[in-house]
């Protein structure tokens, strides 16, 4: 028949927590009391984090700086997903994910101070520089996996990014690659629902970001970005599936970026106060402490306690980090190839 | 006499466009965050609210389609003027810009113009980084089939700028992210344009030359006046469009002084300044009293840091340095 269904597609959506800290038993992933205890307290990390960048910012101590704020579960969820030798391409809004795989705090606070010694990564950590660019750091992970899978080394990358990148040729080239090596490689778009000024219905007219993953012959989800274990549980299955051999996942983490694009902007120029109130009222943390307090997990100070330590753990950060000596001249030339050109090298002498 | 007034070179910028739409219908304008948002840096402030959603659109973030489209538009009739967010986004746009908006007219032997325009801020000194901080004029100069613009001060703002609207060529506008908030006094004569090709002799001196554009002309001017104090005479050469660009003034001012000093704000190695810097020595290897000196960017990434990112691009002292030199060579 010359009009057949060549195909039909369906995408899903998970949310397993709701807003009133009620979870879906059947959906619920496993998970010990400690371990969501450590959702939690990464996620409380995350916004002290986040409350003294942006009040150091305003004070001069650090330059300008994207806020991670609302985007908490999406990021502490997905992170905690992974294995310490994952190999993880982060763009330049994903501090949550640097705080849950142990990057050292003062280095993330160095490198937003306007140094970029602080993206050197410690030993051990398989987190590559953050990519300021919009989504060119997609087909960097892309070829991470293949040079892993070429390596017989059983890691799979994560690469993270915004609604906006998903505009980029990077995007569409880097995925299609992926599925057509169907390599070990996890896509996290934090649909943040805005790019700068531009709401998602300018960025696409597709009706999820999600479904674009069904083009390039892999699946795509999209999840609630503000429920922990929803994202937790769609991470967990897609990482444990690229490493066995199963391919790429992309996977949409719905969310509301609370905060203006970075602190040189003023979004309530383009955007209503309004919209920015429902979302308050979805915050990925609060639907987190009534989730516990329903089950008693809050009892003992434990609320208070969290924050404190919190607050003492990016105290002693921001102290380390303002200790730093600012780099030399000559370190600029040290880095910028392996071995300098004799020009370079009088430049380096001032000469 | 034509009336003045005093703006801002942003200001001047937006003029030239609002001028130019009210002129032309095919005027349209596209790019991230233009149009509500007014662009990254309000070059295109209030112009969503007079033009409307039409003509003024915001595009996804997506560099390399945006000048395609504006070649395509192009060639279907408007006259796009595309806004890059910053220079340094032309990199994922330079198939656009090389392989199709240099060429496409000299492929299709004449037949279609290209009279679309890309604009984008750029320079070093805002501490943005080593990918946000790049001058890449020298890329696009490398090219030919590209016209290139890079005014210094707010006047040459919004002549040069509705030049290249009006111009059938396709041009690069470069716009100078430290100059936005720079002002001078800026015609009101909605026919005020300055041509490509014609670089300004903004300083009339007897002793060396200084050639420069965009933000290193305010520092040559700088330099200048400490020079002065100490008896060294400059002449300032303001190239104002690298393409066409102006040789016979540049080679005029170098045989009167006999000596020059080329200054680029990008890195030094296969710079535009060594280009220039040839075309003098072969036009006035006579009478040159001097070789002619460059003075550039350091050959590194931008550094992050404020306190080393200085040191990479050219400062009015530098500059000042450079001519000591030149002004002090014994033959
Ligand atoms: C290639 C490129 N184009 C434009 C920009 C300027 N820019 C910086 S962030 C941004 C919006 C990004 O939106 P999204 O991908 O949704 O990430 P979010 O900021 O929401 O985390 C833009 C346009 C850039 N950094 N890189
Ligand atoms: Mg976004």
């Known amino acids: 028949m010359p009009n057949d269904i060549l195909a039909t597609f369906t995408v899903r959506r998970l949310t397993i927590l709701n807003e009133n800290g009620n979870v879906d038993d059947a959906l619920m992933p496993v998970l010990s009391e400690t371990e969501i205890r450590r959702m939690y307290e990464l996620m409380i990390l995350t916004r002290t984090f986040d409350e003294r960048a942006q009040a150091l ?17 999406a990021q502490i969820g997905s992170a905690l997903a992974l294995h310490h030798s994952d190999w993880v391409f982060p763009s330049f809004r994903e501090m949550g994910v640097q705080l849950t795989l142990g990057y050292p705090i003062h280095r993330l606070l160095q490198y937003w101070s306007g140094d970029e010694r602080g993206q050197v990564s410690p030993e051990n950590f398989n987190i590559f520089p953050m990519c300021l660019s919009v ?21 799979v990358v994560v690469a993270y990014f915004g609604d906006g990148a998903t505009s980029k040729g990077d995007f569409h080239e880097g995925f299609n690659l992926a599925g057509v090596f169907r390599l070990p490689v996890v896509f996290i778009c934090q649909n943040n629902q805005w790019a700068i000024s531009v709401p998602l219905k300018g960025q696409t007219a597709s009706a999820s970001l999600a479904q674009k993953a069904i083009g390039f012959g892999f699946e795509g989800v999209q999840v609630d970005g503000n429920d922990v274990f929803a994202v937790h549980r769609a991470a967990t299955e897609a990482i444990e599936k690229a490493r066995s051999g199963g391919g790429a996942t992309f996977i949409e983490c719905l969310t509301y970026r609370m905060a203006d694009h970075t602190t040189a902007d003023d979004a309530s120029r383009y955007r209503s106060p309004d919209d920015v109130a429902i979302w308050r009222a979805k915050d990925p943390i609060m639907r987190l402490e009534r989730f516990m307090d329903l089950r008693g997990m809050l009892k003992d100070g434990y609320v208070e306690q969290t924050k404190t330590f919190a607050t003492s753990t990016i105290d002693e950060a921001v102290r380390t980090m303002e200790a730093i000596p600012p780099p030399l001249t000559a370190e600029m030339f040290d880095h910028t190839c392996a071995v300098l050109n004799p020009r370079q090298v009088r430049q380096r002498e001032g000469g | 006499m034509t009336s003045t007034s005093e703006m801002t070179y942003r200001d001047a910028l937006n003029m030239a466009l609002r001028e130019e739409m009210s002129r032309d219908p095919s ?54 003027v595309a806004e890059l967010m910053t220079v340094n986004f032309a990199l994922l ?45 020298s890329y696009f100069m490398h090219c030919p089939g590209l016209h290139i613009a890079y005014p210094s001060t707010p006047a040459d703002a919004k002549g040069l700028l509705k030049s290249a609207i009006r111009d059938n060529n396709p041009v690069i506008f470069l716009e100078h992210e430290l100059l936005y908030n720079s002002t001078g006094e800026v015609p009101n004569d909605p026919e005020f344009l300055v041509p490509f090709g014609q670089a300004n002799v903004i300083r009339s001196g007897t002793d060396v030359t200084i050639v420069a554009y965009a933000r290193m002309t305010i520092l040559a001017l700088q330099a200048a006046a400490d020079l002065e104090k100490e008896g060294i005479s400059c002449e300032i050469v303001d190239l104002r469009t690298f393409s066409p660009l102006d040789t016979e003034t540049i080679i005029e001012s170098a045989r009167k002084t006999g000596r020059a000093v080329v200054v680029e704000e990008c890195w030094r190695t296969a710079g535009l300044g060594g280009d220039i810097a040839h075309r003098i020595h072969e036009a006035c290897f006579d009478t040159l009293l001097a070789p002619v000196k460059r003075v550039a960017g350091l050959d590194v990434p931008m550094p992050y840091s404020r306190k080393i990112e200085k040191i990479c ?17 014994k033959y």
């Open chain 1, 57 to 73: 910012q305003r004070e001069g101590r650090l330059g300008t700086y994207p806020s991670t704020l609302g985007q908490e579960a």
């Open chain 2, 93 to 137: 746009a330079m198939d656009q810009i090389v392989n199709h908006m240099a060429k496409i007219r000299s492929m299709f032997g004449g037949q279609t113009f290209l009279p679309m325009v890309v604009r984008m801020p750029g320079g070093g000194g805002s501490q943005l980084a080593a990918q946000h901080s790049q001058s890449l004029e």
């Open chain 2, 27 to 80: 005027v349209v304008v596209w790019g991230e965050d233009v149009a509500l948002y007014e662009g990254a840096f309000k070059v295109t402030r209030g112009l969503l609210a007079e033009f409307g959603e039409e003509r003024i659109k915001d595009t996804p973030i997506s560099e390399n389609t945006i000048v395609g489209v504006a070649v395509g538009a192009a060639m279907g009739g408007l006259r796009p």
């Open chain 1, 135 to 155: 989504g060119t750091h997609i087909p960097h992970a892309v070829g991470a996996a293949m040079a892993a899978r070429y390596r017989r080394d059983p890691v």
């Open chain 2, 313 to 329: 691009i050219p400062r009015a002292e530098t500059i000042a340095d450079a001519v000591r030199e030149v002004v002090s060579r």
